[in-house]
T-cell receptor, first 114, second 114 residues
Framework: KQEVTQIPAALSVPEGENLVLNCSFTDSAIYNLQWFRQDPGKGLTSLLLIQSSQREQTSGRLNASLDKSSGRSTLYIAASQPGDSATYLCAVGKIKAAGNKLTFGGGTRVLVKP | SQTIHQWPATLVQPVGSPLSLECTVEGTSNPNLYWYRQAAGRGLQLLFYSVGIGQISSEVPQNLSASRPQDRQFILSSKKLLLSDSGFYLC?????????????FGEGSRLTVL
């Protein structure tokens, strides 16, 4: 059974500092890995999707890496801003029969202080 | 455009009452659809997924059921709610490019059972 862990559970940084969020998973036989952002009381916003054959993906200030062999992914957010304050979730996908079912980590709650 | 709608956004129900949460999507036909639950202090848990009309797979035994009466409509139901059914329910779909496995989420429905 796939288990996904995110450490730390919470993180507070001053504005401008780079953020490093970690995600680890136990089963390396994954289809893809997806990073999400969740604001309080809201749904999930997809940030980056990394296919199992890829090593990293970039979008603006966000960069996510994937190391399947070690079961790890890292989300980097450069030059953090107060608007980056949110909970960040990673999810590992595995195609089974039909449909990509995601297993989620517990999330990292980020606070960027002005 | 691709969009996903969920309603109601919030509801408070007494124990033993019925439940119906609705999710509809726009933009493509025959999408994969998913129901997740996010309970307080717990991660996101996959409840049901569907790859076509009338095709429902359940991930965990529980007091809930799902139905897909139309191609782009996914409904989560219960005949008699329990206190433990409280939580944040999220509908998701595979969007316009299902082969990537990327999931997109709705804004969620917050259920409080009293």
């Amino acid at each position: 059974k796939q288990e996904v862990t995110q450490i730390p559970a919470a993180l507070s940084v001053p504005e401008g500092e780079n953020l490093v969020l970690n995600c680890s998973f136990t089963d390396s036989a994954i289809y893809n890995l997806q990073w999400f952002r969740q604001d309080p009381g809201k749904g999930l916003t997809s940030l980056l999707l990394i296919q199992s054959s890829q090593r990293e993906q970039t979008s603006g200030r966000l960069n996510a890496s994937l190391d399947k062999s070690s079961g790890r992914s890292t989300l980097y957010i450069a030059a953090s801003q107060p608007g980056d304050s949110a909970t960040y979730l990673c999810a590992v996908g595995k195609i089974k029969a039909a449909g990509n079912k995601l297993t989620f980590g517990g999330g990292t709650r980020v606070l960027v202080k002005p | 455009s691709q969009t996903i709608h969920q309603w109601p956004a919030t509801l408070v129900q007494p124990v033993g009452s019925p439940l119906s949460l609705e999710c509809t999507v726009e933009g493509t036909s025959n999408p994969n659809l998913y129901w997740y639950r996010q309970a307080a202090g717990r991660g996101l848990q996959l409840l049901f997924y569907s790859v076509g009309i009338g095709q429902i797979s359940s991930e965990v035994p529980q007091n809930l059921s799902a139905s897909r009466p139309q191609d782009r409509q996914f409904i989560l139901s219960s005949k008699k709610l329990l206190l433990s059914d409280s939580g944040f329910y999220l509908c998701a779909w595979t969007g316009l490019a299902p082969s990537t496995g990327e999931l997109f989420f709705g804004e969620g429905s917050r259920l409080t059972v009293l």
